[in-house]
């Protein structure tokens, strides 16, 4: 049976689920975060399903899906954001696991470079007289600007978004729980946006069914009403792809203006179809879309939140 194409015009796509050849000891847990490296090696980050042998939360293949190699097995049960930044010649990974509260920068094979953990220089979180944290942190997903400075979303904590410089000091703190401009409903997912004369930091404003434009020094700009339960992002060539939990991948052009909604599932049944095994899941058709990236062709990775874990390729069409 040939696999499904969605999409329209130029942005059409062959439908390649379950990619990746996973080796028999490892099984994913819910799928969250996709990176591509200057190599064209595919990255996934994932929780490690309960019956695994490996515990290894990070999975490397080639270009064709051949694994490569595993690491990680600290942030078992807890992987959740990936980003991948470039820093002079080497490339970094700022991971966030959401078990520990923690984000931790590491080399591209799991090698520690420093660990943020609770923000306490922030006036924003406060601990009790016995030094416990009295505001709720879990980071979820981090971006970087083109002067090293880091954005961490709380996104399952306290809706802030916290900037460090390059080194990991403190900058700031932005956001906030709420829904006026400025405030944020788990700010899931982070990117500074490039593709305009100044850098734009875009968020994934999720509990508020939006995405929110800030200055890099954390004011409110406005509003991108296009989404309904958006995740992250990813930019290739003015093109920005949306994993949005609510079954769709949605592409963004230049202007923020939707080009389509690609594997749409308008059933609403996907919070129940997440638990489901594989085989339950519908070809051509997203269930959670948690993480996504393009790759150097314009292909596109997406991984779901679904208990089995998926990796689905969709190859672009010339």
């Known amino acids: 049976m040939a696999n499904p194409i969605v999409g329209e015009g130029e942005h059409q796509y062959e439908v390649i689920h379950n990619w990746g050849e996973l080796p028999a000891n490892i099984k994913y847990g819910n799928t969250h975060g996709v990176c591509e490296d200057a190599q064209g090696y595919i990255y996934v980050f994932h929780t490690v399903h309960e019956t695994s042998q490996s515990q290894d939360a990070m999975v490397v293949f080639d270009p064709q899906g051949k694994f490569v190699s595993s690491w990680g097995s600290a942030f078992a049960g807890g992987g959740h954001g990936l980003h991948i930044n470039q820093e002079g010649s080497q490339q970094f990974f700022y991971l966030c696991d959401t078990k520990r509260s923690l984000v931790v920068k590491t080399t591209l094979t799991g090698e520690e470079v420093y660990t943020l953990a609770y923000p306490e220089k922030s006036t924003q979180y406060q601990r009790d007289v016995h030094d416990q944290p009295i505001t709720k942190y879990i980071p979820t997903n981090v971006a970087t600007a083109p002067n090293g400075d880091i954005y961490v979303g709380d996104g399952y904590g306290s809706s802030f978004v916290n900037q460090y410089d390059a080194t990991g000091e403190f900058v700031r703190t932005f956001g906030g729980d709420g829904r006026e401009p400025g405030q944020l409903n788990c700010p899931h997912g982070l990117m500074v946006d490039m593709r305009g004369n100044t850098p734009v930091l875009m968020v994934a404003d999720r509990g508020n069914n939006r995405i929110q434009n800030f200055t890099l020094e954390g004011r409110?700009?406005?509003?991108?009403?296009?989404?309904?339960?958006?995740?992250h992002f990813h930019q290739h060539q003015g093109i920005v792809v949306i994993p949005d939990l609510a079954a769709k991948v949605t592409l963004l052009d230049q202007n923020n203006q939707v080009i389509t909604n690609l594997g749409e599932d308008s059933t609403g049944n996907?919070?129940?179809?997440?638990?489901?095994?594989?085989?339950?899941?519908?070809?051509?058709?997203?269930?959670?879309?948690?993480?996504?990236?393009?790759?150097?062709?314009?292909?596109?990775f997406v991984v779901e939140w679904v208990e089995v874990g998926r990796v689905t390729k969709l190859q672009k069409l010339s």
């Open 220 to 231: 409110h700009l406005g509003f991108v009403q296009s989404t309904n339960l958006p995740c």
């Open 270 to 300: 996907w919070r129940k179809l997440r638990l489901e095994p594989r085989e339950k899941f519908l070809p051509g058709k997203f269930v959670c879309p948690h993480g996504a990236c393009f790759d150097h062709l314009g292909n596109i």
